[in-house]
């Protein structure tokens, strides 16, 4: 099974996924953390992303997608069940994923959309900022991600809607609420 855990920055994305993972045992693949990983250790792939990720704009779609399609053959990922976090960002991604996952027998069963309001995620995220002092979350960055995902992620609704595989979720319940309903729909699948 492969799972799309989708919504904007702060909608919880990271936090039901920790839940996915102790309740269904799904890979996790977060393309943020995954950056913020080379970020820390300054790889080539690193020292790249930063200037994307620290102005709050999405890496070149052929550079995430390489990264992609390369795990998806990596020993730890093949045959799992996946959940994806933060990826697909663009149609193009979504079209490319698509294709990817076709080549290996599979496709995306469930989207599940986090719909919180713009207002309660810029909250959550100067909130974080302060606590964890993630580079990204500062108010000019917060504001560049919520328009970039508005422009360019949340078009994704209609496609994965069009295929009949978008389930939106009201992401402003509490945690333990919201996994319920997630849990709820993969039950259903
Ligand atoms: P990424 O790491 O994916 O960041 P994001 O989408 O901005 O989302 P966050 O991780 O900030 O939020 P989340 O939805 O995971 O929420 P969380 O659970 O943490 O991407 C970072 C950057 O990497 C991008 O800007 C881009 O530059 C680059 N990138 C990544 N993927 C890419 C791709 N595919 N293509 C191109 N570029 C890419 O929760 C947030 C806070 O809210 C936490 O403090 C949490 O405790 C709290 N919270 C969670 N749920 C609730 C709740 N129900 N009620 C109250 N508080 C809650
Ligand atoms: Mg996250």
């Known amino acids: 099974m492969n799972l ?82 933060g990826f697909p960002r663009t149609v193009k991604q979504a079209e490319e994923l698509e294709k990817l996952l076709v080549k290996r027998g599979g496709n995306v069963d469930a989207v599940i959309g986090l719909e919180v309001p713009d207002g309660e995620l810029v909250e959550r995220l100067i ?11 500062n108010l000019d960055t917060i504001k560049e991600r919520l328009e970039v995902y508005h422009n360019q992620t949340q078009p994704l609704r209609d496609f994965y809607n069009e295929r009949g595989s978008y389930k939106a979720i009201n992401g402003s319940q509490s945690i333990d609420k919201i996994a319920d309903d997630i849990a709820a729909i993969i039950s259903a699948l």
């Open 4 to 85: 799309v855990i989708f919504g904007a920055p702060g909608c919880g994305k990271g936090t039901q996924s920790e839940r996915l993972i102790d309740r269904f045992g799904f890979y996790h693949i977060s393309t943020g953390e995954l950056l913020r990983d080379h970020i820390a250790r300054q790889t080539e792939l690193g020292i790249i992303a930063e200037k994307y990720i620290s102005q709050g704009h999405l890496i070149p779609d052929e550079l995430m997608l390489s990264i992609i399609d390369v795990l998806l053959d990596s020993p730890e990922v093949k045959d799992k069940n996946i959940i994806f976090d």
């Open 127 to 137: 909130k974080r900022g302060k606590d964890s002092g993630r580079a990204d979350d």
